[in-house]
Nanobody, 122 residues
Framework: QVQLVESGGGLVQAGGSLRLSCAAS??????MGWFRQAPGKEREFVAA?????????LYADSVKGRLTISRDNAKNTGYLQMNSLKPDDTAVYYC????????????????WGQGTPVTVSS
């Protein structure tokens, strides 16, 4: 089992920044991903990072250049730095962990956090 706890969400004005954290505990895993779900919409992929055996990252086109995913293995914590935020970024943000090698830009993750809300005002 992997336990994931997100933090760092909140209210920010358009153009502002937030940094989300995802503290992981339990067994090791292959990759960590960030997803978001806006009101009335399906959950979508935001970014992912290989956790074991590499450092590759992957981003959704809509966030490239504005959001940066990173990790601190010593703290077993992942981060999502969000800059130049837009009202369209308003959503509940979830981190997730995938146990084994495989696609990291899909919903095929094994463990999910409870989510942290982000609201971007115009």
């Amino acid at each position: 089992q992997v336990q994931l706890v997100e933090s760092g969400g909140g209210l920010v004005q358009a153009g502002g920044s937030l940094r989300l954290s995802c503290a992981a505990s339990g067994r090791t895993f292959y990759a960590m991903g960030w997803f978001r779900q806006a009101p009335g919409k399906e959950r979508e992929f935001v970014a992912a990072i290989i956790w074991s055996g590499g450092h590759s990252t992957l981003y959704a086109d809509s966030v490239k250049g504005r959001l940066t995913i990173s990790r601190d293995n010593a703290k077993n914590t992942g981060y999502l730095q969000m800059n130049s935020l837009k009202p369209d970024d308003t959503a509940v943000y979830y981190c997730a962990a995938r146990r084994t090698l495989g696609p990291i830009a899909t919903m095929s993750y094994d463990y999910w956090g409870q989510g942290t809300p982000v609201t971007v005002s115009s």
